[in-house]
């Protein structure tokens, strides 16, 4: 079934010129889906804290949830059920143990019970296995993501809530007036407002200032002093660093019935073996296990950091770590990078889209790139104009990529995905670095993307009816 435009969110449907904070495109959660897990928890976990902000919390006798569109079609593979279970159990995806959620599923289908839980107020209910539906051919039309929730209370009345996750963790909420505005957290008034990569030259330029600094400007804005924002960007980093290092260190299968082997752990040994032997290229090798190994974290449902997206999270510790280790770095290095990557991603959530769900996975892993590639181009200290132009080549060559994950899960093609898209995003900052203007801008290419994404048939995005999906399934 093709797509007709119409039915893709207009460029910069979101725009208020407010970005995002660099800590709301970078979010500690768990994997395998900022869309599919992420998201999805963060809404049920909205919902049951609306309930119980308007004190009917005790009332609830049941609670119905309808996944559909592309929720639909790959929530089992994804564990979107299971998030859902753990936000009405007032989970949040930054906190949450891991195991913590297998240890909830078993429990709720073995009593097919499940207690709702905001801050200290608590309400049992009966949960039997049909509470939560999978309804992928059910398409709303604001975006492919699409939560239906209702809330039954013992006077017979009905509350029902539709939340859209569109990415990144990112969720939207139709209360029956319409979506409302895209947002984890209320924004204040910035320094420097931006949503688009024109936006975010202009503020540099008038500013004769870095994107990085700009971006710290606005952060600063948001309450923080600059040591807490250097001190929270450094934690971010531990986050990333830990999932590197958990995922070499792993073994075994991963999980969800395609009995893939994890590699990072059989890369590494292969890497520290070859040593001083190492050909010219090995420092590529390093990058793509480092990819790999957040990637395989990822699919494990393990801790990670979005970047923009659970799927594409390897990409930028992967050429975080190589400006750390192989290119010249200072105590600035992660700072700069990660500021500046989160600007890139800040457009691309404000004024086009980060979910494979909507535009294919050229909206995950290409614009992971792009943003991994602008960091890079930061960090070598490239100027305000070779940044963007990083972006935008990070981005130019995934234009077309589209979203087949085999079985619904988050790991064929995208772990691999992750080495190639770091690889690229090295290419493109070093490329950017050569010249001093560009050709074709962040903009045009950003547009390009959501025209292709709108384009795009509906199996190519997120919904395993196409592509690598279907080629293995029918083998
Ligand atoms: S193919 Fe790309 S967009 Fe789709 S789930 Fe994998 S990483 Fe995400």
Request: net charge negative; aromatic share 4%.
């Amino acid at each position: 079934m093709s797509v007709n435009a119409n039915e893709i969110r207009p460029i910069a449907a979101n725009a208020c010129c407010t970005p995002p904070s660099v800590f709301d495109i970078f979010t500690v959660g768990i994997g395998p889906s900022s869309s599919h897990t992420i998201g999805p928890m963060r809404a049920a976990k909205a919902l049951v804290d609306e309930v119980a902000a308007a004190g009917r919390l005790s009332e609830v006798v049941a609670i119905r949830v309808e996944l559909c569109g592309a929720l639909g079609a790959t929530g089992r593979g994804h564990g979107t059920d299971r998030a859902v279970l753990a936000g009405l159990n007032g989970a949040e995806p930054q906190c949450i143990a891991p195991t913590a959620i297998s240890e909830l599923a078993a429990q709720v289908a073995d009593s097919e019970q499940l207690t709702l839980v905001s801050g200290n107020f608590t309400q049992r209910i009966d949960f039997p296995p049909t509470a939560i539906s999978f309804q992928p051919a059910k398409q709303l039309p604001y975006h492919p993501n699409a939560m239906v929730c209702d809330v039954t209370y013992s006077d017979g009345t009905l509350t029902r809530r539709i939340y859209y996750s569109i990415g990144g963790g990112f969720i939207v909420m139709d209360d029956g007036t319409g979506p409302g505005v895209a947002t984890v957290a209320l924004q204040p008034t910035l320094p420097h407002p931006f949503c688009t990569g024109a936006d975010l030259l202009s503020c540099c330029l008038s500013q004769d200032k870095s994107v990085w600094q700009v971006v710290l400007d606005n952060e600063v804005a948001r309450g923080r002093d600059a040591t807490q924002v250097y001190h929270k960007l450094d934690d971010l980093w531990e986050v990333m660093s830990e999932s590197i290092r958990l995922g070499c260190d792993a073994k075994g299968d991963l999980p969800g019935g395609l009995r893939i082997p994890r590699r990072a752990h059989a890369m590494v040994s292969d890497l520290i073996a070859r040593g001083s032997n190492a050909d010219s290229l090995s420092g590529l090798d390093w990058v793509s296990l480092w990819a790999i190994a957040v990637g395989e974290q990822n699919a494990s449902g393990g801790r990670i950091v979005t970047a923009p997206t659970n799927g594409a999270a390897g990409i930028v510790p992967a050429v975080l770590r190589y400006a750390l280790t192989l290119e010249q770095s200072d105590e600035t290095t992660v700072s700069r990078f990660l500021l500046t990557a989160g600007a890139i991603g800040a457009v691309f959530q404000t004024s086009a889209s980060i979910s494979g769900a909507e535009v294919g996975c050229q909206g995950e892993i290409g614009v992971a790139s792009s943003m991994a590639a602008a960091g890079l181009c930061a960090a070598m200290d490239g100027t305000v104009q070779q940044v963007l132009n990083a972006a935008e080549i990070g981005l130019e060559h995934h234009l077309g990529l589209t979203c087949d994950p085999v079985g619904g899960l988050v790991q064929v093609p995208c772990i691999e995905r992750n080495a190639m898209g770091a690889v690229t995003a090295i290419t493109a900052a070093r490329l950017a670095l050569t010249r001093a203007t560009q050709f074709v801008t962040l903009d045009q290419v950003i547009v390009t993307m959501m025209a292709t994404g709108a384009d795009m048939k509906r199996k190519y995005k997120e919904t395993s009816q196409g592509g690598l999906a279907l080629s293995l399934a029918a083998c």
